[in-house]
């Protein structure tokens, strides 16, 4: 199994652009998160989806920040427009099922700098 | 929301020196789960622990639940560079779904 995978591994741009992250779940996982890490804030989880619906978008900073799930095997987050203080580590997560006691499997992560 | 407090932020030991890590919360949990996220890479799931006083063992880390289920601990015996990382504690409270992360332990080791 690949694991979950995530593109891109890094990626810098500009203030005012459009950044899409986008994670590949393990095959088979219902659930899916999404991450970011930051030395401040720690890991915040910024929504989370089960069967490809958005369950709790809570933790999305603000309207700029959008998640998409369209299938089981791909999702997407999108900034636009991107700010200096979105530069962070983003790391997608899934698991087998919405059971609280299931462990998250993570992607290798995205480093999202914006200059 | 859920929250929990893991202290300390930062530990620094000597290698063969032991270390200990914990995760407070105002609640009763119902799981408790710990991660390990080496420098660079990302978190990686060491365990749950579901029951009350539960105490679980891998190798050289042993693992605590509460007797109130609000508060667990990891204790490494005589720390090895290898185990050097950050060290995540995650919680959910009742039926919610969501995993929420403490801030994270952060242990380095001089050899």
């Known amino acids: 199994d690949a694991g979950v995978i995530q593109s891109p591994r890094h990626e810098v741009t500009e203030m005012g652009q459009e950044v899409t992250l986008r994670c590949k779940p393990i095959s088979g996982h219902n659930s899916l998160f999404w991450y970011r890490q930051t030395m401040m804030r720690g890991l915040e989880l910024l929504i989370y989806f089960n069967n490809n619906v958005p369950i709790d978008d809570s933790g999305m900073p603000e309207d700029r920040f959008s998640a998409k799930m369209p299938n089981a095997s791909f999702s997407t987050l999108k900034i636009q427009p991107s700010e200096p203080r979105d530069s962070a580590v983003y790391f997608c997560a899934s698991r087998a099922g919405p059971a609280t006691g299931e462990k998250l499997f993570f992607g290798s992560g995205t480093q999202l700098s914006v200059l | 929301g859920q929250q929990v407090m893991q202290i300390p932020q930062y530990q620094h030991v000597q290698e063969g020196e032991d270390f200990t890590t914990y995760c407070n919360s105002s609640?009763?949990?119902?799981?408790i789960q710990w991660y390990k996220q080496r420098p660079g890479g990302h978190p990686v799931f060491l365990i749950q622990l579901v029951k009350s006083g539960e105490v679980k063992k891998q190798k050289r880390l042993t693992f605590q639940f509460g007797e109130a289920k609000k508060n667990s601990s990891l204790h490494i015996t005589a720390t090895q560079t290898t185990d050097v990382g950050t060290y995540f504690c995650a919680v959910s409270q009742g039926g919610s779904e969501k995993l929420v992360f403490g801030k994270g332990t952060k242990l380095t080791v001089n050899p």
């Open positions: 609640t009763t949990l119902s799981n």
